[in-house]
């Protein structure tokens, strides 16, 4: 595969200059990108500014003597999208009560359309990437699959419950085809609570080894602390942990939702007093210039909003330019929110005030006003 230093790609009507593994990135006019990708189509030299740039930005310069040993450069897409989600599976080795994913089956695309799908994200436009489960690490393709996207020209996020990070040949992976980040779930600060969270003996050693060894190769990692009944008692212990061991950047979540079925058992799984007010809904890009992908290959406009939805494998790309569609039609205020007149100032969007709906839920832990209208 050709390991690019330097990724060259429009990006929602700009262009942008990207080192892979790294999520700051250079704006050039489009003249400056035509100049590129010629450059790159003939194999000339790279232009004097082109170095400029990247000792600029990165601090380091290109050691190829022509540019197309070094650059890749992306086609413009017919399409308007530029970030994507995908879910390689469902399966997962933890077992948390509050999953929003409810029943997590193992099951998912064989090779061919995996990278027949990760084609088609790539013809879209898709730039940022988030590969994520159920638990991306032990799926037996995900080294694979991440990449044949790295070598697409995607940047790649990672999303992982942190089991998997401790083995040599994740770590050699991820040494080598770098992310830009890789988002980590913490769900304890002792083994006992870990256990009891994730319901999966030793994960606590295996998950903190693995962060050690993140640390110590100088990957991009983000810790979300993920706060629940069960762990609550150790969320300061959680936030010393974080920075005292590792010292990378974090936040703290403890907001469940429903299952995307809109079964409530992972509310019940909230520590209430730890809940916090969710800032006023503006509005979204979902469907627009991001979607999200289950593990069958059908998308949709984000991970709650899943019905309606296309699916690729049958449809082809062309059925991406359906979400936006399918987007505004689901953030209308229809159902159990008709006729409220504070929706101006609503904190929760409309998919997933439909969910908390079909959950039965207490409608203080979605809608600030208390009742429609009042």
Known sequence: MFVHSLLVSPFLGQYLIL????????????NRYEELRTAVAEDQPAPPWLDQATEAAWNTRLLASTIGRAVL???????GFGRASWEINL?????????????KRFEGLGWADKTRMLDMLAEAGVLWFQITGGEALIDPQFAAAYEY?????????????????????IQELFTRLRPYRLTVSLYGATSGTYEAVTRNRGMYERVTCGLDKCRDAGLPVRINIIVAAENAHETDAMVRLVDE????????????????????????QQAEKYLTPR??????????TFFHVNPHGIASICKIGRDPSVNLMVEGVDALARLGGIAESLQLRTGGCSGCTKADTCRTCRPMAKLHQEAGDDRSLYCQHGGYGS
């Not at 080192?19 to 489009?30: D, K, L, S």
């Not at 399966?91 to 029943?103: I, K, M």
């Not at 800032?279 to 627009?288: D, I, K, L, P, S």
Request: charged share 15%; aromatic share 10%.
């Open 149 to 169: 996207a790295y070598g697409l020209g995607l940047m790649i996020q990672v999303s992982t419950n942190g089991s998997q990070l401790h083995k040599k040949p």
């Open 91 to 103: 399966g997962c080795d933890a077992d948390c009560g509050f999953c929003y994913l409810g029943e």
């Open 73 to 79: 450069v992306r086609e413009r897409s017919r399409f």
């Open 279 to 288: 800032r006023v809904f503006t509005g979204c890009n979902a469907g627009h």
């Open 19 to 30: 080192q892979p593994g790294h999520a700051a990135g250079v704006q050039i006019p489009e």
């Open 245 to 268: 061991r590792w010292g990378f950047p974090y936040q703290v979540f403890s907001n469940m939702s429903p299952t995307i079925h809109g079964e409530a058992a992972p509310l019940a």
